[in-house]
């Protein structure tokens, strides 16, 4: 029992919660970010849910947030339990541990709350939570499991059948770095009032906005957000450094620049994911490397096969799904329109989930501080890096408007191509695709969008949405939108 009591200073006092580190952390920062995906967790519900999410997100910091809240709303504080999981060698540990609590509190009425973090490292953690499911003993408990990988988390998830209880949203969540709008909210309070003046915050209002700009439509409502274009231009600049991390957030807002040691901190966490999975860090090293040269480019897995020594395609296909599914890559498909699926044999595009991610290990492939690299790159190839993150923003926009615990990114955003042009993104709508070119330009001219005409061809109600630099209007019969306006509506 003394072991679990470490884990849970608050037992003996809830103001205890106070002292905790993750707390104390979100208390001194300069920018407090409260992910939206904690009110989207029905804590009040009997079921095992999980968050997956990329390394230093901020996932154990949520859940002492909400272990907080709990204690603040007067929850008996022996009927929450937390446990940090990196230890625990296997399942029949994990059952002694959750099973020691459990026996402590029987006498207890109402919810119990199970808060189980890195799940992940446990392998295969779900044959103890199955045991216990059904034993019984996990009746009336509400159980929140986190990781860092979604491949891992997922696919033990899935080996839960009929286990999983019922809640009022997805059981399965996502916590990924900060939104470009979350960004903007907590970095200005005061813009906050001018959002809720539009209504860019409720997700028809966003919906209603991108259906009308694919149509060739300038809602009113981008018309008056446009007056603060200037200063979401700077906003966007700053995202492009800091990306969604926190910590990078506040060290920025400090001091006008990224702590290496923040840097490091993810370089060393991603090396360490590796390691576990038994793969080598150097390959790593040569495919990062290899990637970033050909980022918004088409590659195939033996193109970057041969710029290694990894030298086998198969071997890129392994390390690059370890990748994206810690959260760290997003590749892009070819849409097969014909069929509405991914050409999977096709070359691929390759983007980064957040601009952090790819500075963090942009510097350490390269052996260059990395925030001085990260104003480098930001000077010569900034519209890489939106191009990046509009993708990574439709992905998001995709899976807001269709939540499910199965949402795949590679079936809802593509890129796409024929014979002579391209398009950059294509979202897979119930109602249609939607095509968006990104032009990271004052102006464009009509052959640099011919692969909107070409793919709208056969869509006489679509036109297509082209990303700008500070452009909004209808140019040559197409919508275009500054892309800090379309990041803060997606």
């Known amino acids: 029992m003394s072991s679990l009591l470490r884990h849970n200073p608050w037992w003996e006092a809830p103001e205890k919660i106070n002292t905790d580190p993750e707390i104390q952390g979100f208390e001194s920062s300069a920018m407090k970010w409260l992910p939206r995906i904690k009110y989207k967790i029905d804590l009040n519900s009997e079921a095992i849910c ?41 399942p029949s540990r994990l059952v002694e541990i959750i099973r020691s609590y459990l026996e402590t509190v029987d006498h207890l009425s109402g919810m119990k709350y199970v808060f189980l973090d890195e799940i992940s490292s446990v392998k295969d953690w779900q044959k103890g939570i199955k045991h216990l499911y059904d034993l019984g003993e996990l009746r009336n408990t509400f159980v929140l499991l986190t990781g860092s990988h979604s491949l891992d988390i997922r696919r033990a998830s899935e080996r839960l059948p009929g286990r999983r209880g019922v809640s009022n949203t997805t059981l399965d969540k996502i916590l ?194 990395s925030f001085s690299l990260a104003q480098e790159y930001l000077g010569k190839h900034k519209s890489i890096l939106v191009e990046g993150v509009v993708g990574d923003h439709l992905i998001r926009f995709a899976y807001n408007l269709n939540p499910s615990d199965n949402f795949e990114p590679t079936l809802n955003v593509f890129y796409w191509k024929d014979s002579k042009s391209e398009v950059d993104f294509i979202l897979k709508t119930d109602q249609g695709y939607l095509p968006f070119e990104v032009k990271y330009a004052s102006t464009f001219n009509s052959d640099q969008i011919n692969g909107l005409y070409s793919f709208t061809s056969q869509d006489r109600e679509n036109t297509g949405i082209v990303v700008t630099k500070d452009l909004l209007g209808i140019h040559h019969g197409v919508a275009a939108i500054p892309a800090s306006m379309l990041l803060l509506v997606l």
Request: glycine share 6%.
């Open 50 to 90: 999980t968050l997956r999410g990329p390394r230093q997100v901020g996932k154990t910091t949520l859940i002492k947030l909400m272990i907080r809240e709990l204690l603040e709303n007067r929850v008996d504080s022996h009927r929450i339990f937390y446990y940090a999981c990196d230890l625990v060698e296997n």
């Open 176 to 369: 990924l770095p900060m939104k470009f709008s979350e960004y903007v909210e907590t970095r200005d309070r005061e813009f906050n009032h001018i959002l809720g003046l539009l209504g860019i915050r409720n997700l028809g209002k966003r919906r209603e906005i991108i259906f009308n700009l694919v149509k060739g439509k300038i809602p009113q409502d981008l018309k008056r957000l446009s007056l603060y274009l200037d200063k979401l231009n700077q906003y966007l600049n700053e995202y492009l450094i800091t990306g969604g991390i926190a910590k990078a957030v506040n060290d920025y807002y400090k001091s006008g620049e990224v702590m290496k040691s923040t840097y490091d901190t993810y370089v060393n966490v991603t090396i360490g994911d590796f390691l576990r999975h038994n793969k080598s860090e150097r390959y790593l090293a040569q495919l990062i490397k290899a990637i970033n040269e050909d980022l918004c480019s088409q590659v195939s897995w033996t193109d970057l096969a041969k710029k290694t020594d990894i030298g086998s395609h198969n071997t890129v296909s392994e390390y690059i799904e370890i990748l994206k599914s810690g959260f760290v890559l997003r590749p892009y498909y070819v849409l097969d329109r014909s069929s509405g699926s991914p050409r999977y044999r096709s070359n691929k595009k390759i983007h980064y989930g957040d601009p952090f991610i790819f500075h963090a290990l942009n510097g350490w492939v390269n052996q260059s501080p």
